[in-house]
């Protein structure tokens, strides 16, 4: 019958046929992937210094700062295997995802949208999937299994992340505290400053590019991952470098410290001092390598 | 003769067999007349008792296999179960004072039992101890293949707590869970060979500090 199809038919027309048949096929799935979702959204108005927790398996939780005192909080559900409960008691916000039955990954997939005052605090605790904070004043705490997560442009404020395997990018955060422990996700800080700096690995790399500003204490810190620092040639700092079995490299003009606080071995452990030494750098790594280069 | 004299001689009088009840002090006092009715009772109880409380060797045998199978037992204890006890013969001369040795013997082995029973707990929470000292010292002692075992169990028993909650992320706590050993085997070692490293001590702290971060996040946490 196919043959005889394709006999009767010029190949022009087979082609518009099976374009037509895809397109129906596409719309098809589309809408019953639609159809399936559900979306769900909560309102609610705070005073200053507000908390939101989110609690959620799977799925992409992005927070935005709101030009009010409401919080919005929109969720899309992949499935009714699952479902979404918030509830506020006073200045605390909780919103949680139920897995109402075991279930694919994808079906327990739930979306957040989260807006809110730009001084709350926000508590993000997630499975797998995507976390990003943008440019919040509040204290910023984020747990994740293996999900990476993204905080930009936090300011005065704590951002705080315990992470076990998913990467954690943190860029232009101003005076905040920041304390990140990652077991084997990558770690990332791009332009990052405060007056204490912390990040610790097990198994994950770090990258610190920026300039340690603020006079604060900066410590990084990893068992097997490597740590690499980019600074520019004004950063201020009282830097020093060790592996107890990694390599330590640097070709940053550095002056040596005259007093270092342990015994320097060539290729293992280095300390020097940029300018005035404002900021505390401590680079500490056990069996990973410590590079540190001028930008 | 008072109560005190009486109750010197007590012993004796039942060991010999003779009609304590003849007793002049007993004809004037009521309470050592009961304490004698009271020993004479379970002393007849005890010989009546006796047959069915004396187990065969087997019984002690099993026992004891018992108890060594669940690590209570040991290999040195049962002589002493056997020598304690008492053969069924000698029962009927020993009279009352059988009775009270059988009661010392069944005390004896409920004392030994639970206190055996105590000890891998007490064994247990002197290694975490010792542990914990290790850790606040920061000077780790040989590698104890038992603590080991132990961590490796409770990484087992986390992992399938992991497993429950989401499959998925299991493989990811199993592979993190061990980098985290690693991370403390190493740093262990590391200290061992110096003591005063202080930046090994560090690692050892930070190691300890990452591992009881994966329990934590593992255990507190629930996203059902």
């Given at each position: 019958m196919f043959e005889h199809w394709k006999r009767q038919t010029s190949g022009r027309h087979r082609a518009t046929v099976c374009a037509m048949l895809l397109t129906a096929a596409t719309v098809l799935s589309v809408c019953i992937s639609l159809a399936a979702e559900t979306r769900k959204e909560f309102r609610y108005t705070v005073g200053p210094g507000a908390t939101v927790s989110i609690v959620n398996e799977n799925g992409t939780v992005i927070v935005r700062p709101s030009t009010s005192r409401q919080v919005s909080i929109a969720t899309i559900l992949q499935s009714p295997k699952v479902e979404v409960d918030s509830n506020q008691n006073g200045n605390r916000i909780t919103t949680r995802t139920h897995v109402l039955q075991k279930t694919t990954a994808d079906q327990t997939r739930v979306d957040y949208e989260v807006s809110l005052p730009q001084d709350a605090n926000v508590s993000v605790d997630s499975g797998t999937g995507q976390i990003r904070v943008e440019n919040m004043q509040g204290n910023v705490n984020v747990e994740a299994d293996d999900a990476n997560v993204d905080i930009t442009g936090a300011t005065i404020s704590v951002v705080q992340i315990q992470s076990v395997n998913g990467k954690v990018n943190i860029s232009n955060a101003k005076q905040s505290r920041v304390l990140v422990t990652s077991t084997g996700g990558n770690v990332q800080l791009t332009s990052v400053s405060g007056p204490k700096i912390s990040v610790k690995t097990t198994s994950g790399n770090i990258v610190f590019d920026g300039?340690?500003?603020?006079?604060g204490a900066y410590l990084l810190m990893s068992h097997s991952g490597d740590i690499d620092v980019r600074l520019p040639s004004n950063a201020s700092v009282d830097l020093s470098a060790r592996s107890v079995k990694g390599a330590v490299e640097t070709d940053f003009p550095f002056q040596k410290s005259p007093h270092p606080a342990f015994q320097i071995s060539e290729g293992r452990a280095f300390a020097g001092t940029s300018n005035s030494g404002a900021s505390s750098v401590e680079l500490r790594s056990f069996s990973g390598k410590i590079r540190v280069k001028k930008q | 003769m008072n109560c005190a004299e009486f109750h010197k001689l007590l012993p004796a009088m039942f060991e010999s067999g003779g009609?304590?009840?003849?007793?002049?002090?007993l004809a004037s006092c009521p309470n050592c007349t009961d304490l004698v009715n009271d020993l004479r009772y379970i002393a007849d109880q005890a010989k009546l008792l006796l047959p069915m409380h004396d187990p065969s060797p087997r019984v002690w045998n099993n026992i004891q296999a018992s108890l060594q199978k669940e690590g209570?037992?040991?290999?040195?204890r049962k002589p002493r179960l056997e020598r304690k006890s008492?053969?069924?013969?000698?029962?009927p001369t020993l009279g009352w004072a059988a009775g009270l040795a059988a009661s010392l013997l069944i005390g004896f082995a409920l004392l030994n039992y639970s206190r055996h029973q105590s000890e891998p707990q007490s064994q247990s929470q002197s290694e975490e101890l010792a542990s914990a000292n290790t850790q606040n010292s920061?000077?780790?002692?040989?590698?104890d293949t038992a603590v080991s075992e132990k961590s490796s169990d409770d990484d087992t028993q986390l992992l399938s707590e992991v497993e429950h909650r989401s499959p998925s992320l299991k493989s990811v706590y199993e592979h993190n869970l061990h980098n985290v050993n690693n991370y403390i085997s190493e740093a262990k070692d590391s200290v061992r060979l110096d003591p005063n490293d202080a930046e090994a001590r560090q690692h050892l702290r930070e190691a300890y500090a990452q591992k009881a971060m994966l329990y934590e996040m593992a255990t507190t946490r629930s996203l059902e």
């Amino acid at each position: 019958m196919f043959e005889h199809w394709k006999r009767q038919t010029s190949g022009r027309h087979r082609a518009t046929v099976c374009a037509m048949l895809l397109t129906a096929a596409t719309v098809l799935s589309v809408c019953i992937s639609l159809a399936a979702e559900t979306r769900k959204e909560f309102r609610y108005t705070v005073g200053p210094g507000a908390t939101v927790s989110i609690v959620n398996e799977n799925g992409t939780v992005i927070v935005r700062p709101s030009t009010s005192r409401q919080v919005s909080i929109a969720t899309i559900l992949q499935s009714p295997k699952v479902e979404v409960d918030s509830n506020q008691n006073g200045n605390r916000i909780t919103t949680r995802t139920h897995v109402l039955q075991k279930t694919t990954a994808d079906q327990t997939r739930v979306d957040y949208e989260v807006s809110l005052p730009q001084d709350a605090n926000v508590s993000v605790d997630s499975g797998t999937g995507q976390i990003r904070v943008e440019n919040m004043q509040g204290n910023v705490n984020v747990e994740a299994d293996d999900a990476n997560v993204d905080i930009t442009g936090a300011t005065i404020s704590v951002v705080q992340i315990q992470s076990v395997n998913g990467k954690v990018n943190i860029s232009n955060a101003k005076q905040s505290r920041v304390l990140v422990t990652s077991t084997g996700g990558n770690v990332q800080l791009t332009s990052v400053s405060g007056p204490k700096i912390s990040v610790k690995t097990t198994s994950g790399n770090i990258v610190f590019d920026g300039d340690f500003d603020g006079g604060g204490a900066y410590l990084l810190m990893s068992h097997s991952g490597d740590i690499d620092v980019r600074l520019p040639s004004n950063a201020s700092v009282d830097l020093s470098a060790r592996s107890v079995k990694g390599a330590v490299e640097t070709d940053f003009p550095f002056q040596k410290s005259p007093h270092p606080a342990f015994q320097i071995s060539e290729g293992r452990a280095f300390a020097g001092t940029s300018n005035s030494g404002a900021s505390s750098v401590e680079l500490r790594s056990f069996s990973g390598k410590i590079r540190v280069k001028k930008q | 003769m008072n109560c005190a004299e009486f109750h010197k001689l007590l012993p004796a009088m039942f060991e010999s067999g003779g009609a304590i009840e003849d007793q002049e002090h007993l004809a004037s006092c009521p309470n050592c007349t009961d304490l004698v009715n009271d020993l004479r009772y379970i002393a007849d109880q005890a010989k009546l008792l006796l047959p069915m409380h004396d187990p065969s060797p087997r019984v002690w045998n099993n026992i004891q296999a018992s108890l060594q199978k669940e690590g209570i037992g040991r290999a040195d204890r049962k002589p002493r179960l056997e020598r304690k006890s008492p053969k069924k013969k000698e029962w009927p001369t020993l009279g009352w004072a059988a009775g009270l040795a059988a009661s010392l013997l069944i005390g004896f082995a409920l004392l030994n039992y639970s206190r055996h029973q105590s000890e891998p707990q007490s064994q247990s929470q002197s290694e975490e101890l010792a542990s914990a000292n290790t850790q606040n010292s920061f000077v780790p002692q040989a590698p104890d293949t038992a603590v080991s075992e132990k961590s490796s169990d409770d990484d087992t028993q986390l992992l399938s707590e992991v497993e429950h909650r989401s499959p998925s992320l299991k493989s990811v706590y199993e592979h993190n869970l061990h980098n985290v050993n690693n991370y403390i085997s190493e740093a262990k070692d590391s200290v061992r060979l110096d003591p005063n490293d202080a930046e090994a001590r560090q690692h050892l702290r930070e190691a300890y500090a990452q591992k009881a971060m994966l329990y934590e996040m593992a255990t507190t946490r629930s996203l059902e």
